[in-house]
Protein backbone atom coordinates (compact mmCIF):
# COMPACT_ATOMS: atom_id res chain seq x y z
CA UNK A 1 0.00 0.00 0.00
CA UNK A 2 1.09 3.16 -0.81
CA UNK A 3 1.47 6.50 1.32
CA UNK A 4 2.70 9.41 1.20
CA UNK A 5 3.62 11.85 3.98
CA UNK A 6 4.39 15.66 3.15
CA UNK A 7 5.59 18.07 5.82
CA UNK A 8 7.97 21.14 6.19
CA UNK A 9 4.95 23.73 5.40
CA UNK A 10 4.22 26.97 7.63
CA UNK A 11 3.63 30.81 7.50
CA UNK A 12 6.29 32.73 5.83
CA UNK A 13 7.06 36.20 4.89
CA UNK A 14 7.45 37.24 1.47
CA UNK A 15 10.52 36.96 -0.35
CA UNK A 16 11.22 33.83 2.58
CA UNK A 17 12.22 30.20 2.16
CA UNK A 18 10.35 26.83 3.17
CA UNK A 19 11.52 23.09 2.76
CA UNK A 20 8.72 20.55 2.40
CA UNK A 21 9.51 17.18 2.68
CA UNK A 22 7.69 14.03 1.50
CA UNK A 23 8.23 10.52 2.66
CA UNK A 24 6.68 7.54 0.37
CA UNK A 25 6.40 4.01 1.23
CA UNK A 26 4.67 0.81 0.06
CA UNK A 27 5.37 0.11 -3.54
CA UNK A 28 6.48 3.61 -4.86
CA UNK A 29 9.53 5.54 -5.64
CA UNK A 30 12.52 4.08 -7.17
CA UNK A 31 11.59 4.07 -11.12
CA UNK A 32 8.32 6.60 -10.24
CA UNK A 33 8.79 10.05 -11.37
CA UNK A 34 7.78 12.12 -8.11
CA UNK A 35 5.90 15.38 -8.54
CA UNK A 36 4.78 17.85 -6.24
CA UNK A 37 1.28 19.88 -6.78
CA UNK A 38 -0.37 22.48 -4.68
CA UNK A 39 -4.05 23.79 -4.48
CA UNK A 40 -5.26 26.94 -3.76
CA UNK A 41 -8.40 27.82 -2.17
CA UNK A 42 -10.95 27.66 -4.77
CA UNK A 43 -8.51 26.78 -7.32
CA UNK A 44 -7.98 23.50 -9.23
CA UNK A 45 -4.84 21.28 -8.21
CA UNK A 46 -1.88 22.55 -10.60
CA UNK A 47 1.75 20.64 -11.02
CA UNK A 48 5.11 22.42 -9.62
CA UNK A 49 7.50 20.79 -10.59
CA UNK A 50 8.48 16.80 -11.66
CA UNK A 51 11.36 14.57 -11.26
CA UNK A 52 12.34 11.51 -13.03
CA UNK A 53 13.79 8.63 -11.55
CA UNK A 54 16.84 9.30 -13.19
CA UNK A 55 17.08 12.92 -11.67
CA UNK A 56 15.39 14.80 -14.87
CA UNK A 57 13.61 17.65 -13.62
CA UNK A 58 10.69 20.49 -15.01
CA UNK A 59 8.88 23.01 -13.68
CA UNK A 60 5.94 24.88 -13.57
CA UNK A 61 6.57 28.51 -15.43
CA UNK A 62 5.90 30.11 -11.87
CA UNK A 63 8.19 28.58 -9.83
CA UNK A 64 10.98 28.46 -12.60
CA UNK A 65 14.16 29.80 -10.89
CA UNK A 66 12.72 30.35 -7.28
CA UNK A 67 12.17 26.34 -6.28
CA UNK A 68 14.14 23.15 -7.07
CA UNK A 69 12.97 19.57 -6.25
CA UNK A 70 15.76 17.39 -4.58
CA UNK A 71 15.08 13.68 -4.35
CA UNK A 72 16.55 11.09 -2.49
CA UNK A 73 15.99 7.34 -3.78
CA UNK A 74 17.61 5.76 -1.28
CA UNK A 75 15.68 7.25 1.36
CA UNK A 76 12.50 7.33 -0.59
CA UNK A 77 12.51 11.51 0.06
CA UNK A 78 11.61 14.16 -2.78
CA UNK A 79 11.38 17.80 -1.07
CA UNK A 80 10.47 20.76 -2.72
CA UNK A 81 12.92 23.57 -1.71
CA UNK A 82 11.37 26.97 -2.30
CA UNK A 83 13.23 30.31 -2.15
CA UNK A 84 11.90 33.86 -2.68
CA UNK A 85 8.41 32.69 -1.75
CA UNK A 86 5.16 34.93 -3.21
CA UNK A 87 1.70 35.48 -1.04
CA UNK A 88 0.14 33.39 -4.89
CA UNK A 89 2.44 30.67 -3.56
CA UNK A 90 -0.02 29.67 -0.93
CA UNK A 91 -1.42 26.64 -1.19
CA UNK A 92 -1.65 23.00 0.45
CA UNK A 93 1.15 20.96 -1.84
CA UNK A 94 1.27 17.97 -2.35
CA UNK A 95 3.48 15.27 -3.38
CA UNK A 96 2.51 11.81 -5.63
CA UNK A 97 4.11 10.49 -8.51
CA UNK A 98 4.55 12.38 -12.04
CA UNK A 99 2.53 10.32 -14.12
CA UNK A 100 0.56 11.97 -17.36
CA UNK A 101 -2.56 10.97 -15.69
CA UNK A 102 -2.23 12.77 -12.19
CA UNK A 103 -5.51 14.68 -12.75
CA UNK A 104 -7.06 11.02 -12.43
CA UNK A 105 -5.01 9.99 -9.36
CA UNK A 106 -7.31 8.87 -6.27
CA UNK A 107 -4.91 8.54 -3.93
CA UNK A 108 -3.18 12.11 -1.75
CA UNK A 109 -1.63 12.33 1.03
CA UNK A 110 -2.76 14.83 3.81
CA UNK A 111 -0.54 18.01 2.01
CA UNK A 112 1.00 20.80 3.99
CA UNK A 113 0.28 24.01 4.18
CA UNK A 114 2.02 26.89 2.77
CA UNK A 115 1.06 30.53 3.64
CA UNK A 116 2.93 33.20 2.30
CA UNK A 117 2.06 36.71 4.25
CA UNK A 118 3.28 39.48 5.89
Known amino acids: QVQLVESGGGLVQPGGSLRLSCAAS????????MAWYRQAPGKQRELVAR???????NYADFVKGRFTIPRDNAKKTVNLQMNSLKPEDTAVYYC????????????WGQGTQVTVSS
Open 96 to 107: NTGGLTWRKYDY
Open 26 to 33: GSIFSRDA
Open 51 to 57: ITSGGST
